[in-house]
């Protein structure tokens, strides 16, 4: 059974940093898929914040995420986390992880919040 834990999330102010951790079960191994972060706010869809392939050389980033979050993976842990810095107010979401393309579970997300 798939499965996906995020942890790492808190509350911070503007311009702080934080960085969440997923590790992942049930579809080892973990190193034959890409892996993708996204982030939802009520009422908003879930959205992409940013990718990594599958050995971690590749990565991209939705355009509110490029210079400011990293993307990496550690496929003998079967973990994938996404470094947050200069945060804002607007990055405020629940986020997750999934592999690419999305399975249908998700895992119950980690909550971010940037106080202004």
């Known amino acids: 059974q798939v499965q996906f834990v995020e942890s790492g999330g808190g509350l911070v102010q503007t311009g702080g940093s934080l960085r969440v951790s997923c590790t992942t079960s049930?579809?080892?191994?973990?190193?034959?898929?890409?892996m993708q972060w996204y982030r939802q706010t009520p009422g908003r869809q879930r959205e992409v914040v940013a990718a990594?392939?599958?050995?971690?050389?590749?990565?991209n980033y939705a355009d509110f995420a490029k210079g400011r979050f990293t993307v990496s993976r550690d496929n003998s842990t079967s973990t994938v986390w996404l470094q947050m810095d200069n945060l804002q107010p607007e990055d405020t979401a629940v986020y997750y992880c999934?592999?690419?393309?999305?399975?249908?579970?998700w895992g119950q997300g980690t909550q971010v919040t940037v106080s202004s």
């Open positions: 999934n592999m690419f393309p999305p399975s249908t579970t």
């Open positions: 990594i392939n599958t050995d971690g050389t590749k990565t």
């Open positions: 049930g579809f080892e191994p973990i190193r034959h898929f890409g």
